[in-house]
């Protein structure tokens, strides 16, 4: 049994101690969001949030959450009341498969955060854990330009 | 946005000595005798309620048979029909593709998808609007002409008289297309021209279950693949011992894998399988160290062929300049791994794919199951970013094999990153030669090369043999045959774009298909043309650093097509090419393709840093689809085409020993992270009156000639070899 926080309600999940934290959200959690790209922390697609700080789920193991508090895209907005980073991908259509976008989204709501007037360096450094293939990325940074332009107004 | 699809060709075998029984209809098949050509891909699936259908509650749906593979295809086709019909766009809802319900059209490739779909379905919506209104005029008594549509509501001269939602029933689209559809003139176009927001990406923000790795179904068992250690061995024994989870192991000839209840099990249990499984390997792989020489002797044993000829050779020649390139394999690299989900229920198979063509999957599924077509369902679900024949078919013959041993039970299997980057079709490694004569003004007058390569597709459904992973695994297997290229008229293969634009008196242009595969390979974004068109522009430059010339001038004066010189001037333009300064470790260079020399038109100008390695910093792409449909999304992907042609140039490189690929992790395969993205800068050139064309493989080639072309300003050296690091930089082929 695991007990956590995930997206702010509390869940106790009954899993083998050393399941991943991405399969345990994935599997019994239900969630799609953290998407598997290659499990060695070599692209960001499975990134969330720990104590809000950015962590590979694909290598983290679910116990290590226990207590804790985990954030995935799903708890960043809803369609209906979406993260200002959300809505920002979707004004500059900043993605094409958009495999990579679920945990680009954690990463940079986890910058803006901490840094809310990030310049474009320092937003490149803070995606640079993720990949992504469709060559989005300079739209990706737009976005995350534009959502910390919304959330200072 | 114009077929922004991508990887590779419309293809039909070359080899094919019969055809196959499926997977081939709406390429081979077509029309009765007689019949009238219509547009696309209706010509072969001809009736209209394969392409759409009308509901009583207010919305069309459309079903095409092209796929969405990160390109916006389903958000195009969603326009033009919202257009012809006259609905809101909010009303129409394209289904993805099942073999054998949707319209058959073949492989999502090539950049064909607007051509073939968006070109059928803007004439199936017209026709179909146009029947719509004969029998509400035939009902009403108003002639055709009177009637309006307004949403989806007809109105006569005094007010609303029917609607497509109240006629949804009567079955007025079960007929086939008619030759003749107004299509609307390009002026009254109000939502195809437009970038409405892609359809998709509003799941893909907030983490919704859209990608066939979210399918759940009940009782779903997770599946794993113990791959063999090297190619080609061959599994000898397997050591008895326990597993997790209850997970139970699938054996056949050489194919192994694994079925749990939870990934995690499933994960483990193969991971204490491949410990306890014992292989026989061989090498079976060339030395990559000396990859240009191996394909230079294997030529000598290949297939040479004439892929264009005209003129005669010159009598007198001033200069005459003789180069070679080469290229490595390139590996798809998609961010998400390839998965499938499979269930049997009695003999009848089902799978969900993101596949690039379901009927041809359908077809190589059956083949290497031994079944017949009929019995195979292909259900199309979005997949990671697509760029060519990757993984998604071999994966889900891998799903279909797993679960056979659990009849009724659906199975998914997902591939590890190890398998994505180490046991996909890999883009063909290259050799070309080129010989180039100049008169005394530096004006070309002869062109002759040589591309040397294996075949760049070996897509399923297209031969009598299956052509995925596992079938050359199964306990009685399948020859794996060498790749073919499809014909020039569909672009080609390894040839493609290795006939020059430019205008040139005498051309001879071969090719040699090797006939040793040692490494399987298939089509990637732009096939051939990522080493061609570097080439050809390499060429360019230096006989006009050898005229004296600026390239952009050279290029010009040996240019007819005014779309060509239009793009090149385009991006000239934007990147200020007359008025750039030379700064000490900066350049620039330029490069321009007509992709496929037929289809979009790109030219890029890109800027380089050579530090302890090289950098792109900027890139100035201009381009031309013809018709945009959503030009937002054209430039997104010319603006992706153009970032991957950057992370080839600079970065990528499929390694291996004599038995296995290693660079089947992100360390050993990497591509270009956002810290070393460059700016990139869009312009497309509208021509609303023109065919559409497709946008996502166009600007990837001349991005690669253009960051050698800045390589050399920067260094005064001309890359030789792909990518463009400091050791190939440094070697030379
Ligand atoms: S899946 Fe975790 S970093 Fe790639
Ligand atoms: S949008 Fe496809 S990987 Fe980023």
Redesign the interface.
Known sequence: MVQFTLNGAAVTLD??PD??LL?AL??PA???????????E??G?CMVLVEGVPAYACTLAASACAGKSVT???GL???DA?HPL?AA??AE?A????????GI?VSAAALLAKTPDPDE?A???A??P????????????RAVRRAAREMAA | MSAPDRGEPEARSETRPHLPSSGFTNVTGGPPPGAPKLPGSLNANRRLSQWLAFHADGRVTITPGKVE????ILTTLSQIAAEELDVALSRVTARAAVAPEAPDEGVTSGSLSTQDSGSAMRHACAAARGIFLQVVAQRTGIPVEDITVDDGIFHGPAGPIGSYWALADAALLDCEAPAEARVKPAAARRIAGT?V??L????????????V??L?LPGMLHARVVRPPSRGAALTALREGPL?GEARVVRGGSFLAVLAA???DA?TAAARLAARAEWAERDTLPEQAGLPDWLREAAMRGERSEVAARGTPPATVSRRLKRQFHRPYLAH?????SCAVARWQGEALEVWSHSQGPYNLRADLAKALRIPDARVTVRHM??????GHNGADDVALDAALAARAVPGTPVRL?W??AEELGWAPFSPAMLVEIEADTDAQGRLLSWRSHIISNGHSSRPGRAPEPTLLAASMLAEPFPVKPSINPPMAGGGGAPRNGVPLYAIPHLAIETTRLLEMPIRTSALRGLGATLNVWSIESVMDELAEAAGEDPLAYRLRHLEDPRAIAVLERAAELANWAGRSKREGWGMGLGMARYKNSGAWAAVVAEIEARERIFCRRLWVAGDVGETVNP??AA??Y??????GASVALLEQVRFDRRRVTSD???AYP?????E?P??TTSLIDRPDQPFLGAGEAAMAPTIAAIAGGIHDALGLRPRALPFTPETLAAGI
């Not at chain 1, 993605?95 to 679920?102: A, D, F, M, N």
């Not at chain 1, 993720?130 to 940074?141: E, T």
């Not at chain 2, 591509?671 to 810290?675: D, K, Q, T």
């Open positions: 899993i083998p399941t991943s399969h994935r599997g239900g969630l799609s969001g953290p998407r598997f790209g290659c499990g060695t070599g692209c697609a995935t895209v799903e907005g809803t369609p979406p959300q991908v979707l259509q993605g094409q498969c958009g495999y990579c976008l679920s989204l360096v937003i490149r450094a995606l640079d993720h990949l992504c293939r469709c060559g989005s990325h300079n739209r990706i940074v | 593979i990160g390109q916006g970038s927001p892609r998709d990406l509003p799941d893909k923000v907030f983490g919704a279950a859209r990608y790795h979210d759940r997790p939870t990934e995690w994960e690299a998609s961010i998400g791994t979005e997949g990671a970013g697509c760029y997902l590890s990153r937002d999304g997104n992907q603006e992706g085409g153009a970032i991957h992790n992100w360390d591509i270009l992270r956002f810290s993205v700016e990139v």
